[in-house]
């Protein structure tokens, strides 16, 4: 089974971690088909984890569930470990795989599938002790509350067995590229992380990683 984050499961549970991927094609972290998410962004969003109090409740859960250290890598503070690299990337091809789902059905999501989701996500936060989704950097809000409506609408309109199997067979045939120092794409496993910690950027250990991996599949589905 692939680590989960927590936010996509309350807010996809609630009704009430993306890029649609478009002109991101330089210095891609992720990329599934043509759609891509760039390092500059996976690098902000692992940032945003372990800074922020509130938001790392949601997703990770309480500290003493998921202790901030077990996010950061063995090179210190300025490091992310090998298990929130791999939640995290997981979480990113996942989303990116439903936009492909949508429209193999033809289904397009619209502001009125969005709304709930944001309110979700900014109510789960101030929950946690944090301002709501204020808090967040815009793009990457819009990311989040589109990859979540993406679950979210998939599910309601498929159902959850014909979601879990259209999610599990799109996962399984996606041709996924993962820059080669956030992990690889395995066909069983998922991200498999790299094999230690990744510096964040302008780090006394950071620099650049290497190129792609390409992984012609994924196993695993975009359920909860």
Same mark, same amino acid.
């Given at each position: 089974?692939h ?8 807010a996809?549970t609630? @009704?009430?971690?993306? %890029?649609?991927g478009?002109?991101? +094609? +330089? ?10 998410v760039?390092?500059?962004?996976l690098?902000?969003e ?10 790392r ?10 202790p901030?250290?077990s ?10 470990s ?6 995290v990337?997981?979480q ?6 439903a936009?492909?789902?949508l ?8 502001? +009125? ?13 101030k ?5 709501g989704?204020?808090?967040l950097?815009p ?10 409506t993406?679950l979210?609408?998939?599910?309601q309109?498929?159902?959850d067995?014909?979601? +879990?199997?259209?999610?599990?067979? %799109?996962?399984?045939? @996606? ?5 080669s ?11 498999v ?7 964040a ?6 620099g650049?990683?290497?190129g792609?991996n390409?992984g012609?599949?994924?196993g ?5």
């Amino acid at each position: 089974m692939h680590r989960r984050l927590l936010l996509p499961l309350a807010a996809v549970t609630a @009704a009430a971690v993306l %890029a649609s991927g478009c002109g991101k +094609q +330089q210095s891609a972290a992720v990329r599934v088909g043509d759609q891509s998410v760039s390092q500059q962004e996976l690098f902000d969003e692992l940032e945003l984890i372990v800074t922020d109090d509130a938001f790392r409740t949601v997703t990770f859960g309480p500290e003493d569930r998921t202790p901030l250290a077990s996010l950061q890598g063995t090179l210190g503070p300025e490091s992310y470990s090998q298990f929130m690299i791999g939640a995290v990337v997981t979480q990113r091809v996942e989303y990116l795989v439903a936009g492909d789902v949508l429209e193999d059905n033809g289904i397009e999501i619209t502001k +009125q599938d969005r709304a709930p989701i944001e309110d979700a996500i900014d109510k789960a936060l101030k929950r946690a002790g944090g301002k709501g989704t204020r808090s967040l950097p815009p793009a990457y809000k819009e990311d989040l509350v589109e990859g979540l409506t993406r679950l979210q609408v998939l599910r309601q309109e498929l159902g959850d067995d014909e979601f +879990q199997r259209q999610m599990s067979d %799109a996962l399984t045939s @996606a041709h996924v590229e993962i820059a080669s120092h956030f992990g690889t794409w395995d066909p069983d496993r998922g991200v498999v992380p790299p094999s230690g910690p990744l510096p964040a950027p302008g780090s006394q250990d950071g620099g650049s990683g290497g190129g792609t991996n390409g992984g012609g599949s994924g196993g695993g589905s975009g359920s909860a």
